[in-house]
């Protein structure tokens, strides 16, 4: 990046570290690196959401994945798991994210089937959900969330199937029974 700073017209750079040597730069990479620095020039000057594009293109011609941990596109890039953490970027995603993941076609998720999960987290999912569960309600889920989670592992699915039973035990005033289930 300081090369381009100081006049340079051409960088070469790597698509997932695949011919790198001698320190070529990863693409995604160097684009999230000048996207910090300038982001309204380089969504202007790239079309940023073809880069998950070129990395699969690449991976698939070489038969290998894209890394879980791979700059901008890679499934962890914007994921966001520990209770804190997750409250901080349902509140204001820029707390942890210099990137926005809009802007690379790519969208934000925030785990909650888990036992690090925080009840603001599933307060936004019983939100998107619509189903009008309390604070208090919130907290008693996540806690069931989080027993279950240290059980064997759950997915949104498996969240979002606990959640709407609780929900709909909550009209019946039975929802209290849902919490004792295993």
Known sequence: YAALQNGATH???????????????????FIARMYAADKE?????????KLR???NIVADAVGVSVPFNNYITGYCAFT??????AKAILNNPSTYEILKPEDF????????GHRLT??????????????GLTDADCKRV?????????????????????????????????????LTLS
């Open 142 to 178: 996540t806690n069931k969330i989080k027993n279950l989670a240290d059980i064997r592992p759950l997915s949104l699915d498996d969240v979002d199937k606990l959640l709407m039973i609780y929900g709909n035990a909550k009209n019946t005033d039975s929802h209290h029974a849902i």
């Open 118 to 131: 925080g009840w603001n987290a599933v307060k936004n999912r019983v939100d998107q959900l619509n189903l």
């Open 53 to 55: 594009d070129v990395e």
């Open 105 to 112: 076609g790519m969208t934000r998720y925030v785990a909650i």
């Open 80 to 85: 966001h798991k520990a209770g804190i953490h």
């Open 11 to 29: 960088v070469d750079t790597s698509v997932l570290g695949i011919g790198e040597r001698n320190g070529i730069p990863p693409l995604g990479g």
């Open 41 to 49: 020039y380089v969504k202007n000057k790239y079309n940023l959401t």
